[in-house]
């Protein structure tokens, strides 16, 4: 954790800079040696006797003496271990934690480094290529062979593989430079290839400069996006222009009804558990804070993952181990997203699942998980298909809690990416400026604007722009992408955005990091959803996408995207010769439709009457009437998978209401077409988890015509209800049977596939 070597002379640095300088012998030892510290448990403690809490002890010394300082640097550009460690204490002394120079590009920020003034010697010596005798020399001399010994070994310029440590003597920050009078040269390993040594230095002295300068403030600030985004941005920026006016200024939709009492489903495949439709019972009593009815559905999920796990464990360690969780809220205004998280965070420690917070509506609180209970070394972790599974591996998390310029640091308790492979999950990300933590203002939009119109100060494109970098830098910086040595961060590499244009970023080839099999937009505006779905293919390439408008999101952000990440690595194995051994293939997109033509035919209805002014049933009534001749349900759907792996995720898309009365024979018989598809062989029986977004309209009048139910009104006070949502559990029952997937209803306002189509419900899939 520590950095022992120049430690003799660093007095002399906080006297340069006129700060004062507190120290602390470490008593502790590296116990905990992973990437990620700090128990994961409620509350998320320190380990006891580990170094790290040395430096928490420190920390609480400074704040005792200095309780003006709000927050902590860490020069961490790729170590997580460092940055984790640095952040986990921030967050027990409720200090922010600055981590500017995260995943930037070390070449770059090399040259930043030397050409902004900053002097510093290289001390210490440990990587292919360097020798004792490059000690002492400044790193703007050492460049030219730093970048050579990068592009010849793939070593890290700025030596954050530890190929170097330095010692800075100058910089436009001191009020002093230091003058290092006599070292002495330690050679630890003379290894031929990279030996290991270090500079002791055994007499400096501070020397006054002639002119002290004011610190410059002039510092270079990466752009806050990348080509490919800005392009993007623009793209959608152009789209706008033919809008009349922003589509901001929609009016707010009346909530949705409550979805139906369902209650919670589960499905256990291997390792994998999911929980879908998880809510307070309706016999719980009423009404409840958005508090206690969260605090409500942990305890259900706890006992649930408890009775599900192969392993018997308690809830203490299965819930922290959760994958991801979607959580759904009735509204996502700042008071009640702060009181979630708080509820929340009450339930995890050290690196949280990812998750995904979406505003549904006055319906409740409910949420929906995906954990893992198994091991590598587990029998049933992976299914071979015809020779071939998922690569294995344990779970890791990109828990990022610093302000940066890559993206946003977490805005609740959550990890940007948790990563068991094959299998990445990101949380949903919004389009927050990572340096500030903050949405787009319409000034910040106009600013950003090639045109001056009105339109243009809309926040839309550079939401959507940044929402789609976010995504992709974490894809590639999380703990599944298989970087390489990782020289270059998340900035100028991720998702192919070295490129020069638009038109070289490779929806086909390679993706460093993974490939989404699964895309979900959540937006707050109905006349949005074109203007993103038009452009977003730029980046995305062909992936099974869903829009949905919901009633709210994170800090009014008026767009999220959620994605599930695969890595495409794959075990086979030869069957003759019993050997394994690991292939990377690429995802095959598929999409098809399936239809059923309504028959003329007699159905009978259930109707309920309720009495509006005393809120009461009022009891049920039989209606028969003739179905509508030619009518028809329409299916539209979207695979991801690797033939002939399980592995695969899907969208379907269903508009069935043309359909009065009820459609359960409809819907099987489309389910039928559907089974026979081959590409739908993965889901018949393997299907974890799902999700089914109903949407809602309403009418010009105010009667709600809704794929929930028909309303009817029938007096002043009374109104007549045919429930429709029931056509959703059928089309379950009838695609899966007895191996049912865990699935969570979310009910919305509108549904949109990639072609533009508007459908009345859609569910996502995910197989394993």
């Known amino acids: 954790m520590y950095q022992t070597v120049g430690q003799d002379a660093i007095a002399l640095v906080a006297q340069a800079l006129d700060v004062p300088l507190y120290r602390r012998v470490i008593q502790g030892n590296p116990l905990e040696q992973a990437a990620e510290y700090g128990l994961k448990s409620a509350g998320g403690g320190g380990i006891t006797g580990d170094e790290t809490e040395d430096l928490y002890a420190l920390l609480r010394d400074v704040l005792d003496h200095h309780p003006d300082i709000q927050a902590v640097s860490v020069g961490a550009i790729l170590s997580n271990y460092q940055r984790v460690r640095v952040e986990h204490v921030c967050r027990r002394l409720s200090l922010t934690p600055l981590a500017y120079l995260w995943q930037r590009n070390q070449t770059f920020l090399l040259s930043e480094m030397i050409s902004s003034g ?64 006599a070292t002495e040269i330690v050679v630890v390993d003379q290894n031929d290839i990279a030996p290991v040594a270090y500079l002791r230095i055994k007499h400096a002295l501070l020397v006054k400069k002639k002119a002290i300068p004011a610190p410059s403030l002039d510092i270079f600030v990466p752009p806050l996006l990348e080509h490919p985004f800005e392009t993007l941005r623009r ?18 939709s009346p ?28 016999s719980h009593p009423r009404p409840l804070s958005v508090v206690q009815e969260l605090t409500r559905c942990f305890e259900i999920l706890q006992n649930l993952l408890a009775e599900n796990s192969p392993t018997h464990s308690g809830h203490s360690e299965l819930l922290p181990a959760s ?10 205004d700042g008071s009640t997203f702060s009181s979630a998280n708080a509820a929340y965070a009450s339930f995890f420690g050290a690196s949280p699942p990812a998750r995904a917070c979406i505003g549904v509506g006055g319906v409740g609180v409910g949420l929906d998980c995906l954990a893992w209970v198994g091991d590598p070394g587990r029998t049933l972790y992976g299914k071979m298909t015809n020779g071939m599974r998922g690569e294995t591996g344990t779970r890791k998390a990109l828990h990022v809690q610093s302000l940066s310029y890559w993206a946003p640091a977490n805005i609740g308790p959550y990890s940007q990416a948790i990563s068991i492979p094959p299998h990445t999950f990101i949380s949903g990300q919004i389009g927050l400026i990572p340096s500030s933590l903050t949405l787009p203002s319409p000034s910040t939009a106009l ?21 789609l970098q976010h995504t992709a830098r974490i894809i590639r910086a999380a703990p599944n992408s298989g970087l390489g040595d990782g020289s270059d961060g998340g900035f100028n590499r991720s998702d192919s955005s ?54 709210s999101l994170p800090r009014g952000a008026r767009i999220e995207k959620q994605v599930f990440v695969h890595s495409g690595r794959f075990v086979t194995l030869d069957l003759e010769e019993g050997d394994e051994s690991v292939v990377d293939k690429s995802p095959e997109f598929t ?33 028969q009437h003739s179905e509508c001749p030619g009518a028809e349900i329409q299916v539209h759907y979207e695979i991801s998978g690797f033939p002939p792996s399980s592995e695969a995720c899907a969208v379907v898309f269903v508009r069935d209401s043309d359909l009065p009365g009820p459609r359960d024979v409809l819907v099987a018989q489309a389910v039928v077409q559907m089974k026979a598809i081959h590409d739908f062989t993965p889901f018949l029986e393997r299907t974890l988890a799902a999700k089914a977004f109903v949407s809602h309209q309403w009418s010009t009048s105010g009667a709600r015509m809704s794929n929930l139910c028909h309303v009817f009104i029938i007096s002043a006070n009374f109104f007549l209800v045919i429930p429709r949502n029931t056509v959703v559990v059928p089309f379950f029952e009838a695609m899966f049977g007895t191996e049912m997937p865990a699935w969570t209803f979310i009910p919305c306002r509108y549904v949109a596939s990639r072609a533009g189509s508007e459908w009345d419900w859609a569910v996502t899939l995910m197989a394993v």
């Open 591 to 623: 999409q098809g439709k399936a239809s059923t033509l309504a028959l003329s035919m007699l159905l009978t209805h259930r109707h309920v009457l309720f009495d509006l002014s005393r809120n009461e049933n009022k009891g049920d009534m039989t209606v």
């Open 255 to 282: 909530h949705p009804y409550a979805p139906p009492e369902l209650g919670p489903s589960v499905r256990r495949i291997g390792p994998w558990i999911a929980v879908g439709n998880v809510r307070p019972p309706a």
């Open 447 to 467: 600013s950003t604007s090639s045109s001056q119109s009105s339109t243009m100060s809309s926040t839309l494109p550079l939401e959507t722009a940044l929402v």
């Open 235 to 252: 793209h959608v920026e152009k789209s706008l222009c033919g809008a009349t006016s922003d589509s901001a200024s929609e009016g707010s």
């Open 323 to 332: 994958a991801t969780i979607t959580l759904l809220l009735p509204d996502l």
């Open 118 to 181: 900053l002097n510093a010697i290289l001390i210490k010596i440990a990587g292919a290529g360097l020798t004792p005798s490059d000690l002492a020399r400044p790193l703007s001399s050492m460049q030219p062979k730093l970048v050579s010994l990068h592009q010849r070994f793939g070593t890290h310029p700025c030596g954050e593989g530890g190929e170097y440590e330095t010692f800075t003597i100058d910089s436009p920050l001191f009020r002093c430079c230091i003058d290092i009078k």
């Open 498 to 551: 070295s490129k020069p244009d638009m038109d070289d970023v490779s929806r086909d080839g390679n993706r460093e990091g993974g490939w989404i099999q699964l895309a979900m937009y959540y937006l707050v505006h109905v006349a949005d959803v074109d203007h993103v779905r038009k452009n977003v293919e730029l980046i995305d390439g062909l992936i099974p996408t869903l829009y949905a408008v919901l009633s």
